[in-house]
C-alpha cells in the first residue's frame, strides 16, 4: 500500500452558496526530487503530476502545462522545480479571472536513464537464500524498494514465495494480469515442479510432453496440463527460470503455503 503524502499550503477559506469550502493545494516542502511519473493531468490552472519518489511515497505536484505534454508515464525522472504564478483558484476556472498566486512548479522533468543491473553471482541464487518469503520482478528496480504503483506504471512480471530450503512455493504472475501457483524445488535459479491455476474459464496451455509459456515473457513453462473444473488447470510439470529476473521487497501479499 503506499504511503499518500499529503502536504499543505495555508488553507484558502472561500464561500460556496454560503457554506465555508476549504481548498487544499500541495506545499513546496519535500517535494520530491526523483520518482516514477504515474499520471499527467492538464487542468484549468496548471498541469498536475502525480509522481512516486523511491521510497514509494506518492505525490501530486504543480507544473508547467509544456510537461503535460511530454511522454512521461511510467518513466523515472529527475524534477527541477521553480516559483511561478498560476490562476487563483478563486478564479475557479474562469478563463476572463486575472487573480494569480505563487506556487512551485516543475519545469522540468529530465528521464533517468534505467540502472544497470547487477550480475547474479553464486551468493544471489534464489537457491542459496535463507529460508523466508521474497518477490522477484522481472523489471529493473531503481532500489531495493519498489512501489505498488511503480509496479502498475511499469507492468512486467512477479514471482512472490516463500523458500523453506529447496522447496518454493509462491505465485508467479504479471502485474494487472493473469498469475499462477507454482511449486517445486529450486536449483540455482530455476524452480522445477508443478503448477496449478485457479481462474474462472481457465484453458489448459499444454496437455502434452511439449512445454508452453504461461504469458508472453517465457519465464514460466508449462507442460502436463488437466482441465479440473472451469476454474482449475493442474500442469504436472512446470519450470520457472528467474535468472533475468531481480530482487526488490517481498511486499504486503503472503505467499500460499501450497498450491
Given at each position: 500500500?503506499?504511503?499518500?503524502?499529503?502536504?499543505?499550503?495555508?488553507?484558502?477559506?472561500?464561500?460556496?452558496?454560503?457554506?465555508?469550502?476549504?481548498?487544499?493545494?500541495?506545499?513546496?516542502?519535500?517535494?520530491?526530487?526523483?520518482?516514477?511519473?504515474?499520471?499527467?493531468?492538464?487542468?484549468?490552472?496548471?498541469?498536475?503530476?502525480?509522481?512516486?519518489?523511491?521510497?514509494?511515497?506518492?505525490?501530486?505536484?504543480?507544473?508547467?502545462?509544456?510537461?503535460?505534454?511530454?511522454?512521461?508515464?511510467?518513466?523515472?525522472?529527475?524534477?527541477?522545480?521553480?516559483?511561478?504564478?498560476?490562476?487563483?483558484?478563486?478564479?475557479?476556472?474562469?478563463?476572463?479571472?486575472?487573480?494569480?498566486?505563487?506556487?512551485?512548479?516543475?519545469?522540468?522533468?529530465?528521464?533517468?536513464?534505467?540502472?544497470?543491473?547487477?550480475?547474479?553471482?553464486?551468493?544471489?541464487?534464489?537457491q542459496n537464500l535463507?529460508?523466508?518469503?521474497?518477490?522477484?520482478?522481472?523489471?529493473?528496480?531503481?532500489?531495493?524498494?519498489?512501489?505498488?504503483?511503480?509496479?502498475?506504471?511499469?507492468?512486467?512480471?512477479?514471482?512472490?514465495?516463500?523458500?523453506?530450503?529447496?522447496?518454493?512455493?509462491?505465485?508467479?504472475?504479471?502485474?494487472?494480469?493473469?498469475?499462477?501457483?507454482?511449486?517445486?524445488?529450486?536449483?540455482?535459479?530455476?524452480?522445477?515442479?508443478?503448477?496449478?491455476?485457479?481462474?474462472?474459464?481457465?484453458?489448459?496451455?499444454?496437455?502434452g510432453e511439449t512445454?508452453?509459456?504461461?504469458?508472453?515473457?517465457?519465464?514460466?513453462?508449462?507442460?502436463?496440463?488437466?482441465?479440473?473444473?472451469?476454474?482449475?488447470?493442474?500442469?504436472?510439470?512446470?519450470?520457472?527460470?528467474?535468472?533475468?529476473?531481480?530482487?526488490?521487497?517481498?511486499?504486503?501479499?503472503?505467499?500460499?503455503?501450497?498450491?
Amino acid at each position: 500500500m503506499l504511503n499518500q503524502k499529503t502536504r499543505f499550503f495555508p488553507s484558502i477559506a472561500l464561500s460556496v452558496f454560503g457554506l465555508p469550502l476549504l481548498l487544499i493545494q500541495p506545499s513546496a516542502a519535500q517535494q520530491p526530487t526523483t520518482g516514477t511519473i504515474r499520471s499527467l493531468n492538464a487542468g484549468d490552472r496548471t498541469c498536475y503530476v502525480e509522481v512516486v519518489n523511491d521510497q514509494g511515497e506518492q505525490f501530486t505536484e504543480f507544473a508547467n502545462f509544456e510537461i503535460c505534454e511530454q511522454n512521461l508515464v511510467g518513466q523515472r525522472v529527475q524534477l527541477t522545480y521553480e516559483s511561478g504564478n498560476i490562476q487563483a483558484v478563486s478564479c475557479q476556472g474562469n478563463p476572463d479571472c486575472a487573480d494569480t498566486e505563487t506556487v512551485m512548479l516543475i519545469t522540468q522533468a529530465q528521464v533517468l536513464p534505467a540502472p544497470t543491473a547487477v550480475p547474479q553471482t553464486a551468493s544471489s541464487r534464489v537457491q542459496n537464500l535463507p529460508d523466508g518469503n521474497y518477490r522477484y520482478w522481472s523489471g529493473t528496480p531503481s532500489g531495493s524498494v519498489v512501489s505498488d504503483d511503480a509496479l502498475l506504471a511499469n507492468g512486467g512480471a512477479t514471482f512472490t514465495f516463500t523458500k523453506r530450503g529447496n522447496a518454493i512455493t509462491g505465485i508467479f504472475g504479471y502485474v494487472d494480469g493473469e498469475a499462477i501457483c507454482v511449486q517445486g524445488q529450486v536449483n540455482g535459479n530455476t524452480v522445477s515442479g508443478n503448477a496449478v491455476q485457479t481462474l474462472r474459464g481457465a484453458n489448459v496451455i499444454s496437455a502434452g510432453e511439449t512445454f508452453q509459456s504461461f504469458g508472453p515473457s517465457g519465464y514460466l513453462q508449462l507442460r502436463r496440463g488437466r482441465q479440473v473444473n472451469p476454474e482449475v488447470v493442474r500442469y504436472g510439470s512446470a519450470q520457472l527460470n528467474l535468472n533475468r529476473l531481480n530482487r526488490i521487497n517481498a511486499g504486503s501479499q503472503v505467499p500460499p503455503r501450497g498450491c
